[in-house]
């Protein structure tokens, strides 16, 4: 039997997994994200590592192997991220040293978390590559639509390898592989400069007022319980206070704009947020279509699939598409990376069978 706990660090989200092979089957035991901002307290980290085993190790019982991605790195209490792929993999020895952790690579392989700085430029961002990887197993052709709650990977997969034009995250950006949007903790300001109010042009502040998450939550498009990161101002996750966080990215506040008013703020932002995304997801899409010659199924995962997701594909006319809960249920759809590294884990770890 194999027991195999996999990690996604974010650099605001921990998202883990625990799966478990017993003759010859996999099965997901248990799933989670916890909200962690790594660059507030990330010489905090080996605490919450300890949590996590604890719990899992008293409800479950013992692990037998641990594995991780990151994107943490990136955080800005690092000066670089070879500084930071050595901070994460020393928190995971600390706490996983007895079941000597690995970090995914870029050429598919699990590096010993002890050698992962010597070749960090191989192992930093590798959690969309563990998706797509996974997903490569299942699907040949396909393009990897994963809405998280702060960014968007696009990632084409072609005859059942990952296909993507970047790797690193510099790449992907200039490839809209990546777009640094989501669902909840996006900057308002991050989407648009300006909006209409009442026919007039008005810009919007820079500071960090409001969210994406107080847009979707205004707009009925999430529910508190989706919720799992902080808000701009630190109150509660509420459509009072959602409608003041949206007033003040105008800096206005709710005595001065009608709730008519602030619900048009949010439907703006909510248009260009899609755009965003449907523009990216064309332009690889047709890419995709010249270089191989074939249509891709759109495979849908992450927070934002249902939100955000669906309506780009209908924009788009996007008839060849699913949400991928026949692998994970949908609930647990944002934790999707850290199933699918446990899953190749598995694959990886387990002996092939000889020919006849």
């Avoid at 194999?2 to 997994?17: E, F, Q, R, W």
Wanted: net charge positive; proline share 3%.
């Amino acid at each position: 039997m194999t027991v195999i706990l996999s990690l996604d660090i974010g650099g605001a989200n921990t998202k883990y997994a625990l799966l478990k092979k017993e003759r010859g089957e996999e099965r997901l035991i248990t799933h989670g994200s916890i909200y962690f901002p790594f660059w507030q307290k990330n010489k905090e980290y080996p605490k919450l590592l300890r949590q996590i085993r604890t719990t899992i190790e008293t409800n479950f019982g013992e692990i037998t192997k641990v594995v991780f991605v990151t994107t943490a790195e990136l955080a800005d209490c690092f000066t670089t991220k070879k500084e930071g792929i050595k901070a994460i993999s020393d928190y995971m020895l600390e706490v996983f040293a007895d079941k000597e952790p690995e970090i995914l690579d870029f050429a598919g392989k699990f590096i010993p978390a002890e050698n992962a700085t010597d070749c960090w430029e191989q192992v930093a961002a590798t959690n969309w590559y563990a998706s797509a990887m996974f997903l490569g197993s299942r699907y040949s052709n396909a393009i990897l639509l994963d809405i998280g709650s702060t960014t968007t990977d696009i990632i084409p997969i072609h005859n059942r390898k990952v296909v993507a034009q970047g790797r690193t995250d510099l790449e992907r950006l200039a490839t809209s592989e990546l777009v640094y949007t989501g669902l909840l903790r996006t900057n308002v300001i991050a989407i648009l400069s300006q909006v209409k109010i009442d026919e007039k042009i008005t810009r919007l502040s820079s500071e960090l007022f409001a969210t994406t998450a107080d847009v979707y939550l205004l707009l009925d498009k999430i529910s508190p319980k989706e919720f799992f990161v902080e808000t701009a101002d630190g109150k509660p996750f509420t459509k009072e206070h959602a409608k003041a966080r949206l007033a003040r990215v105008v800096c206005a506040d709710t005595n001065q704009l009608t709730e008519e008013e602030i619900l048009g703020i949010a439907r703006q932002v909510l248009t260009e947020q899609y755009k965003i995304i449907r523009n990216a997801l064309g332009k690889v899409r047709k890419r995709y279509q010249k270089n191989f010659r074939c249509e891709p199924t759109i495979v849908l995962i992450g927070a934002g699939a249902t939100a955000i997701g669906l309506p780009v594909l209908n924009q788009l006319k996007i008839k060849n598409w699913l949400i991928a809960k026949e692998e994970l249920a949908e609930e647990a759809l944002n934790c999707f990376s850290a199933y699918a590294l446990g899953m190749l884990a598995i694959q990886i770890n387990t002996p092939k069978k000889k020919g006849k």
